[in-house]
């Protein structure tokens, strides 16, 4: 089975710009959720989209936004770019139950330049 | 809330050696998922073994045991025959519900 795919690998962008990542999660997967990793905060929690609906949303501000398809393939879209926003963004899936394991992807590497 | 806290930010082991890797973590939950995954510097999350908090036995999967202490809340991960391949950092994690919850991480290099 293949596993999580996500693309781009590498993303170079300015502030005030937005983006647009992409996640394919692992076939008969539901669930997919979406982590950002920087070396001052370390892994963080941003949304899980199960059946094209948000279940869940961490801690971040509204810039930050997601969506899944009736595919089970899922985008997350951050608006006016800022410096900060530079980091791994990493994409999970997992089958459906919220005590399933989840299966990362390789991550997109995001620079806001 | 959820904590976890691995206290070892590197660490050396010998090629064929076994090491341990420490996380304790924080809860009152009831009910809750340990897990350990491996991030090579290529950035990708590999999971590597779970531990569900009513399972009476330790888990293992491979050259990889966790020794699950509840009481203590601990969470050790513990990799046998240390190989050159091993060398990344490991994260554990927890999940009482939809969200993982990661420790910083241990860097772990494997010397020949």
């Known amino acids: 089975k293949a596993g999580v795919t996500q693309t781009p690998r590498y993303l170079i962008k300015t502030r005030g710009q937005q983006v647009t990542l992409s996640c394919s999660p692992i076939?008969?997967?539901?669930?997919v959720s979406w982590y950002q990793q920087t070396p001052g905060q370390g892994l963080q929690f941003l949304f899980e989209?199960?059946?094209?609906?948000?279940?869940n949303k961490g801690n971040f501000p509204g810039r930050f936004s997601g969506r899944q398809f009736s595919n089970s393939r899922s985008e997350m879209n951050v608006s006016t770019l800022e410096l900060g926003d530079s980091a791994l963004y990493l994409c999970?899936?997992?089958?459906?139950?919220?005590?399933?394991?989840?299966?990362f992807g390789p991550g997109t590497r995001l620079t806001v330049l | 809330a959820q904590k976890i806290t691995q206290t070892q930010p590197g660490m050396f082991v010998q090629e064929k050696e076994a090491v341990t890797l420490d996380c304790t973590y924080d809860?009152?939950?009831?009910?809750?998922?340990l897990f350990w995954y491996k991030q090579p510097s290529s950035g990708e999350m590999i999971f590597l073994i779970y531990?569900?908090?009513?399972?009476?036995q330790n888990a293992t999967e491979g050259r990889y045991s966790l020794n699950f202490q509840k009481a203590r809340k601990s969470a050790n991960l513990v990799i046998s025959a240390s190989q050159l391949g091993d060398s990344a950092m490991y994260f554990c994690?927890?999940?009482?519900?939809?969200?993982?919850?990661f420790g910083a991480g241990t860097t772990v290099t494997v010397r020949a």
């Open positions: 999970a899936s997992r089958p459906g139950q919220t005590t399933d394991t989840q299966y």
């Open positions: 076939s008969g997967h539901r669930s």
């Open positions: 989209y199960f059946s094209e609906t948000q279940r």
């Open positions: 809860t009152s939950d009831p009910s809750y998922g």
């Open positions: 531990q569900g908090s009513y399972d009476q």
């Open positions: 994690a927890m999940s009482p519900d939809y969200k993982l919850s």
